[in-house]
């Protein structure tokens, strides 16, 4: 199946734009090889040795560093996303997908790192008082953020 580009969607003339399009418009088939591409689907390596900073020795992390310093910062968010989801629908899908651009870059022989997720994030406030809802200021998530690059 092709999708069809809704008349009132805009894409940028960047390359970031132009990528956006070509997934917008992919098939199924390419989806799921731009997916495989990336390992996904895939389990979560949250605990795995040497997949986070925090599951990895110091030694190798300032190796990884030298080689490239970037680093992903899953940020989810912990809210109530209907009585079908866990509230952490978010934070899940986010750190996969980091994980999976991890994945992607190595094979590629470019490594970068990731930290555990932030599992918390400021949104509407409309999202105030659902269920399994934790919404934290905005001023104090970019201030914990802040802390999170510092450190590293």
């Known amino acids: 199946m092709v999708r069809e580009i809704p008349k009132d969607l805009i894409f940028e003339n960047t390359p970031v734009g132009q990528l956006e399009k070509e997934i917008w418009t992919a098939s199924d088939k390419e989806i799921d090889e731009i997916l495989k ?3 996904i689907p895939s389990p979560p390596e949250l605990a795995n040795p040497g997949t986070y900073i925090q599951t990895t020795p110091g030694y190798k992390v300032f190796e990884e560093v030298r080689q490239c310093d970037v680093v992903l910062i899953p940020i989810g968010s912990t809210e109530f996303h209907g009585n079908h989801l866990p ?5 899940l899908y986010v750190t996969q997908i980091c994980e999976a ?3 992607h870059m190595k094979k590629k022989g470019k490594p970068v790192a990731i930290t555990w997720p932030i599992t918390y994030g400021s949104h509407p406030w409309h999202h105030y008082g659902m269920p399994g809802t934790v919404i934290i200021e905005e001023e104090h998530l970019k201030s914990y953020i802040m802390d999170v690059m510092l450190g590293l």
Do not use: K, M, N
């Open 101 to 103: 651009v991890r994945r």
């Open 37 to 39: 591409e990336f390992g």
């Open 87 to 91: 509230s952490g629908t978010d934070t």
